[in-house]
């Protein structure tokens, strides 16, 4: 069975201890925190990505970037956030079009 939403997601920049509250505070099904990676993945029901995030780009210090990506199966779609310390920016495309203009090798 597909699931309806699936969220992807690296984070760096976040400090060891921040990051292990995270991993309880965070929606998502999946949170780990390797050699100052935090990794995202979750495959089910809808959670709410934009308050996630907001905890996210918060706990960043000023080297932290990400990003995460949420497919949506239902509306066949996909929202590519790009995280930064206290904020992010968002892009979302048809999941046909996800390609377009990226030129092949």
């Known amino acids: 069975m597909q699931h309806a939403y699936r969220i992807y997601g690296t ?9 292990e ?10 949170v780990s925190y390797t050699n100052g990676v935090l990794d995202i993945d979750h495959e089910g029901v809808w959670v709410d990505v934009e308050a996630a995030l907001d905890l996210l780009v918060n706990c960043m210090g ?3 970037r990400g990003g995460v990506d949420v497919i949506d199966n239902l509306e066949w779609q996909i929202t ?4 930064r310390p206290g904020g992010y920016s968002s892009k ?3 999941l046909d079009n ?4 990226v030129r092949p090798n």
Request: zero cysteines; proline letters at 6%; glycine letters at 12%.
């Open 62 to 64: 000023e080297d932290g």
């Open 80 to 83: 590519r956030y790009t995280l």
């Open 98 to 101: 996800v390609l377009d203009g």
């Open 11 to 19: 984070v760096r920049g976040i400090p060891a201890a921040r990051a």
């Open 21 to 30: 509250r995270l991993k309880a505070e965070l929606p998502f099904e999946g």
């Open 92 to 94: 979302t495309m048809d």
